[in-house]
């Protein structure tokens, strides 16, 4: 059976909806690969998010390892520009990678339901895209991303 990634953004969503969402979907497991696990948005940053999820059942684990670097969004001049420059940065720092994976593997080979969260809503707005795609790509054709869409509903990302 093949390794399934789950992503999900809190983009214009109440942490009562997100945490809805994630118990929709079954989620155990919620990845923040955001760097600085802070904002403006009540509910989303690290403490209160991580209760939050907790008192639904979901374990919180937070990545800053494999967010997109300030350095690299503070350069960006358009919002492509700075995903772009996070596929850059994950071509030339492959050890972002190897501890992504050594962090999801354990999770995944105890078949807990993880996802990936980050701020943005589309994920193709997202680098947890991006990061969720070179994982998938470790493994040629044995993992997949289901990327909890605008609506609540999964949406495999084909292989």
């Given amino acids: 059976?093949?390794?399934?990634?789950?992503?999900?953004?809190?983009?214009k969503r109440s942490i009562e909806e997100f945490v809805a969402l994630a118990n929709a979907a079954g989620l155990e497991v919620l990845i923040?690969?955001?760097?600085?696990a802070w904002s403006h948005k009540p509910g989303f940053s690290k403490n209160a998010f991580a209760a939050a999820l907790a008192a639904a059942g979901?374990?919180?684990v937070h990545a800053p390892f494999a967010?997109?670097?300030?350095?690299?969004?503070?350069?960006a001049e358009t919002h492509a520009e700075c995903l772009s420059w996070?596929?850059?940065?994950?071509?030339?720092?492959?050890?972002?990678?190897d501890a992504f994976e050594a962090l999801v593997s354990p999770l995944l080979a105890e078949d807990k339901?993880?996802?990936?969260?980050?701020?943005?809503?589309?994920?193709?707005?997202?680098?947890?895209s991006i990061l969720a795609e070179r994982w998938a790509a470790r493994d040629e054709g044995g993992r997949r991303i289901m990327h909890l869409a605008t609506d609540g509903c999964a949406r495999l990302v084909p292989a």
């Fill in 113 to 128: 339901r993880t996802a990936l969260t980050c701020f943005e809503r589309h994920a193709g707005d997202c680098h947890r």
């Fill in 32 to 36: 923040d690969v955001r760097e600085t």
């Fill in 1 to 11: 059976m093949p390794e399934v990634i789950y992503t999900l953004g809190y983009e």
């Fill in 67 to 75: 967010g997109n670097p300030k350095w690299l969004r503070a350069n």
């Fill in 58 to 60: 979901i374990e919180y």
């Fill in 86 to 97: 996070y596929s850059w940065y994950l071509d030339e720092f492959g050890e972002v990678l």
